[in-house]
């Protein structure tokens, strides 16, 4: 019910044709959708309605996928294959990719703004508070932090830990955005406790360790068709990965670990409601195929 929630809004936006055509393709191309799904499932478990957080984890999606079209650009990852079909870039240009990506970014924050909500008190204190946290993964000291770091060290050796902070960065900072906005989504209704804040945090840093952990996995398991982008692009771009530093047995054994933090970590919210669907994303990535 969620992940249709998000489609059918996602799909009102970018209409036109041009550059609305190219973000287009890039936001609605598929994808699991478990951003903007956390957004929504965090906002229920504090008190609130996945109504409420819809708009807020729409403008996260729409940051999440201008993010992988700059990632997929010859001057960061050069990648030719996202979800299945030719990357932004291959189709209308690295110009109008640029652009596109640019465009998503603002329209990310402009939904998160001017987000509908059935609130009945704290609206503008939810959305300022919920792009707040949106800016604050987004920049210099969130993705774009962990994008430089890995820029930097192209085809330099990195231990795991070096691994972990870029990483944390990369894919931890817009999976925390994405629980923490769906508790303010909440307070735009009730007050919640601030233990709801530092749980969603927490589960979604360890959620994302698991995650990228994982793909690290199938980077050198699964096909090309399973995952809808090249397989074994970072050991052909000469970067280091948490396969070849650790071994893939023990891969698998922090994957599990990180899981299980990530699910305790619920544990510590005064949560409105139950938690088991938070519980069970956090099992299904962590044994995903794709």
């Known amino acids: ?60 999606e729409m940051l999440h996928t201008y ?3 700059h990632d997929d650009l010859p001057c960061m990852d050069n990648d030719d294959l996202r979800r299945g079909r030719p990357t932004c870039h291959k189709v209308y240009g690295e110009c109008i990719a ?24 704290g609206e503008g204190a939810a959305r300022a508070y919920a792009a707040q946290i949106l800016a604050e993964a987004a920049g210099e000291r969130g993705m774009c932090l962990g994008q430089y770091l890995d820029t930097i060290g192209d085809g330099k050796s990195r231990t795991a830990e070096e691994l972990t902070e870029i990483n944390d960065h990369k894919t931890g900072a817009l999976l925390r955005a994405a629980c923490m906005m769906g508790v303010a989504a909440a307070m735009g209704r009730r007050a919640v406790d601030d233990s709801c804040m530092t749980a969603a945090r927490d589960y979604a840093t360890y959620l994302g360790l698991a995650f ?3 793909d690290d996995v199938l980077d050198v398991t699964a096909t090309a068709e399973e995952l809808g982008k090249p397989i074994g692009s970072d050991a052909a771009n000469k970067k280091s990965t948490y396969v070849a530093l650790l071994g893939r047995d023990e891969c698998e054994r922090r994957v599990l670990d990180y899981t299980e ?17 938070l519980c069970t994303i956090a099992d299904k990535l962590a044994l995903r195929r794709r």
Do not use: H
Not at 98 to 121: E, I, P, R
Not at 261 to 277: H, P, S
């Open 98 to 121: 640029t652009l596109a990506g640019d465009a998503l970014q603002a329209a990310a924050f402009s939904t998160v703004l001017s987000a509908k909500g059935n609130w009945s008190a």
């Open 67 to 69: 993010s992988l079209i």
């Open 261 to 277: 933090r990530a699910k305790e970590a619920l544990n510590t919210g005064e949560w409105k409601q139950k938690t088991e669907f």
């Open 1 to 60: 019910m969620a992940r249709a929630m998000v489609e059918a809004r996602l799909a009102e936006y970018f209409t036109d044709s041009g550059l609305e055509e190219a973000m287009r393709y890039s936001l609605m191309a598929g994808g699991k959708r478990i951003r903007p799904i956390l957004t929504m499932k965090f906002c229920e478990a504090a008190g609130g309605t996945m109504e409420e957080a819809l708009d807020f984890g729409c403008g996260v």
């Open 212 to 214: 990228q952990i994982r």
